[in-house]
């Protein structure tokens, strides 16, 4: 089993930035390839972020490409969700999931752990 949990989130001043973190327990993280996703209100959960196992490979939505960051301390039992240049449709909950897969992938069926979760608000 794997604990996940997100902290960072809060609100901000749309053009701010916020970091994400998402910390592990129960096994080490390594062995799994992680991803970032987001719910707004009545809309359905989406992908938002993903990376591979080592790290080295990543993709992202195309709504967040260019503003947003995942990365990896697998030391640390770490993944984080780096934001820049936030807009109010960033509005969501977030959460951090975990796959038990090396690379990186955007469906959600493929991921076995997720968080509670964490609100991040975007103000116009």
């Known amino acids: 089993q794997v604990q996940l949990v997100e902290s960072g989130g809060g609100l901000v001043q749309a053009g701010g930035s916020l970091r994400l973190s998402c910390a592990a327990s129960?096994?080490?993280?390594?062995?799994?390839?992680m991803g970032w996703f987001r719910q707004a209100p009545g809309k359905e959960r989406e992908f938002v972020a993903a990376?591979?196992?080592?790290?080295?490979?990543?993709y992202y939505a195309d709504s967040v490409k260019g503003r947003f960051t995942i990365s990896r301390d697998n030391p640390k039992n770490t993944v984080y969700l780096q934001m820049n240049t936030l807009k109010s449709e960033d509005t969501a909950v977030y959460y951090c999931?975990?796959?038990?897969?090396?690379?990186?992938?955007?469906?959600?069926?493929?991921?076995?752990?997720w968080g509670q979760g964490t609100q991040v608000t975007v103000s116009s």
């Open positions: 999931a975990a796959a038990y897969m090396k690379a990186p992938t955007t469906s959600q069926r493929r991921y076995d752990y």
């Open positions: 129960g096994r080490t993280l390594s062995s799994y390839a």
């Open positions: 990376i591979s196992l080592s790290g080295a490979s990543t």
